[in-house]
């Protein structure tokens, strides 16, 4: 499935924002964007997940910077795809 994309323009500091949200190297801003349109839904919505999502997201970034984590194709090969 193609996605129809769009060029939007941002301030210098807010992409150096969105780059600190990034939990990989090659993370694209679509998934950094809609990472945070989930968590601000979720603080809205469900203020007493919204905590237990913000650890859960701490707690991967950090397993992720110690390199623990499985790439997708690894991923894919677990589950027998």
Do not use: C, W
Not at 17 to 31: A, I, Q, T, W
Not at 46 to 71: C, D
């Amino acid at each position: 499935m193609r996605m129809e994309a769009t060029t939007i323009k941002i301030h210098k500091n807010t992409k150096q924002e969105l780059d600190r949200f990034k939990e990989y190297g090659n993370e694209s801003y679509e998934e950094v964007i809609q990472k945070i349109i989930f968590i601000a839904k979720n603080v809205k919505n469900q203020p007493e997940l919204s905590e237990e999502t913000l650890n859960a997201i701490e707690k991967a970034r950090e397993r992720i910077k110690k390199g623990n984590f499985l790439t997708e194709a690894e991923a894919k090969k677990r589950l027998g795809f």
